[in-house]
């Protein structure tokens, strides 16, 4: 591993120091430590991977490197190794930025105290999405990432496929959302680059600049209908005051000062042009689509592939469950 990154990674100097970095639920990320002090990451699949397009360690460095062509800050993929002798399974080497992850409202209490800079971290996390979805999938090399129509068709199909697959117990509710969603089906109107898991826990901020400074995660990212994003983010924009949807999570947004989801919309519909019809619906799409996939998280480590044998299986599923049943009440207000 050290001899590979010292020939492939330009200024890499071994030897190399690695440490896993917990926080991530699917691919596994380490901080590697060159002699000189310098700080890289490595991007590897679960030691058990179940849909082999959400661990392609080739695509998702594709992706990265496709970003990295626009305004979205993202950091710098550097390398790509698909020969599995080397550590057990393909990986990518990119560049370490530094940050802050605001995983729930208790650090966003202690790392941003000051409300102002959780208002322009607010404006920022709106301005990067915008920008990534006014991106011109062809023009940044990321054309042929997927099929651009039809998003919300293969989408509904994938996670249902993926449920099936990977469930532990039978929930009614997810069967009743994904025919509703099915029937109550929008046209797509926008297409571009969709990140597929937009959230505050996936970007590394400057908490004093209230600045968004790495998008991190595009495992999920594919081409397709960019309101999915907006759903997405919305239900990850938790008020002070609401009923969480707790479980396994916590919501960074709950600590307070940051946009309202109207002021969240808004903002986006500015940036972009675009008018959001129908968020009721991608964030019942969402809703269910996460229980799916949180559902594969829990499977992987029931199965003790996810390099942590201390997490509350109890609290997935309890965050799953409460998942289906907000998805449920979601998708009824669109009758």
């Given at each position: 591993?050290?001899?590979?990154?010292?020939?492939?990674i330009?200024?890499a100097?071994?030897?190399?120091?690695?440490?896993?970095i917990?926080?991530?639920h699917?691919?596994l990320?380490f901080a590697?430590?060159g002699?000189?002090?310098?700080?890289?990451?490595l991007?590897?699949?679960?030691?058990g991977?179940?849909?082999?397009t959400?661990?392609?360690?080739?695509?998702?460095?594709?992706?990265?490197?496709?970003?990295?062509?626009?305004?979205?800050?993202v950091?710098?993929?550097?390398?790509?190794?698909s020969?599995?002798s080397?550590?057990g399974?393909?990986?990518?080497i990119?560049d370490f930025?530094?940050?802050?992850?605001?995983h729930?409202?208790?650090?966003?209490?202690?790392?941003?105290?000051d409300?102002?800079?959780?208002?322009?971290?607010?404006?920022?996390?709106v301005?990067?999405?915008?920008d990534?979805h006014?991106?011109?999938?062809d023009?940044i090399?990321?054309?042929?990432l997927?099929?651009?129509?039809?998003?919300?068709?293969?989408?509904l199909?994938?996670?249902?496929?993926?449920w099936?697959?990977?469930k532990t117990?039978?929930l009614?509710?997810?069967?009743?959302?994904y025919?509703?969603?099915?029937?109550?089906?929008?046209?797509?109107?926008?297409?571009?680059?969709?990140?597929g898991?937009?959230?505050?826990?996936n970007?590394l901020?400057?908490?004093?600049?209230?600045?968004?400074?790495?998008v991190?995660?595009?495992?999920?990212?594919?081409?397709?209908?960019?309101?999915?994003?907006?759903?997405?983010?919305?239900n990850?924009?938790?008020q002070?005051?609401?009923?969480?949807?707790?479980g396994?999570?916590?919501?960074?947004?709950m600590?307070?000062?940051?946009s309202?989801?109207?002021?969240?919309?808004?903002s986006?519909?500015e940036?972009?042009?675009?008018?959001?019809r129908?968020?009721?619906?991608?964030?019942?799409?969402?809703?269910?689509r996460?229980?799916?996939?949180?559902?594969?998280?829990?499977a992987?480590?029931?199965?003790?592939?996810?390099?942590?044998?201390?997490?509350?299986t109890?609290a997935y599923k309890?965050?799953?469950?409460?998942?289906?049943d907000?998805?449920?009440?979601?998708?009824?207000?669109?009758?």
């Amino acid at each position: 591993m050290s001899e590979w990154l010292a020939a492939n990674i330009e200024g890499a100097t071994p030897p190399f120091d690695f440490e896993f970095i917990t926080g991530g639920h699917s691919n596994l990320t380490f901080a590697v430590t060159g002699a000189d002090g310098r700080r890289l990451v490595l991007r590897r699949p679960p030691l058990g991977a179940v849909l082999a397009t959400a661990h392609d360690m080739s695509r998702e460095h594709k992706i990265i490197s496709g970003v990295g062509r626009t305004t979205v800050p993202v950091p710098a993929a550097l390398g790509l190794c698909s020969d599995e002798s080397v550590n057990g399974a393909p990986f990518y080497i990119m560049d370490f930025v530094d940050g802050v992850v605001l995983h729930d409202a208790e650090i966003a209490d202690a790392e941003m105290p000051d409300r102002g800079a959780r208002g322009r971290l607010s404006g920022s996390v709106v301005e990067v999405l915008a920008d990534l979805h006014l991106a011109d999938p062809d023009a940044i090399g990321l054309g042929d990432l997927g099929r651009k129509e039809a998003y919300l068709d293969r989408q509904l199909e994938r996670w249902r496929v993926q449920w099936e697959k990977s469930k532990t117990r039978e929930l009614p509710a997810m069967e009743a959302v994904y025919e509703l969603l099915v029937a109550a089906k929008p046209e797509q109107r926008y297409t571009g680059v969709v990140h597929g898991d937009y959230r505050l826990g996936n970007m590394l901020i400057d908490p004093s600049a209230g600045t968004v400074t790495a998008v991190l995660d595009w495992e999920l990212c594919t081409l397709g209908d960019v309101m999915a994003d907006v759903g997405y983010i919305l239900n990850n924009w938790v008020q002070p005051g609401e009923e969480s949807l707790r479980g396994a999570t916590d919501y960074p947004t709950m600590a307070g000062g940051f946009s309202t989801r109207e002021q969240l919309i808004e903002s986006y519909s500015e940036h972009t042009g675009f008018e959001v019809r129908n968020a009721n619906y991608y964030r019942a799409f969402q809703s269910w689509r996460l229980a799916a996939i949180v559902e594969g998280v829990l499977a992987r480590y029931l199965k003790g592939v996810m390099a942590d044998d201390t997490v509350d299986t109890d609290a997935y599923k309890v965050q799953i469950e409460n998942l289906a049943d907000e998805s449920l009440r979601l998708v009824r207000t669109l009758s």
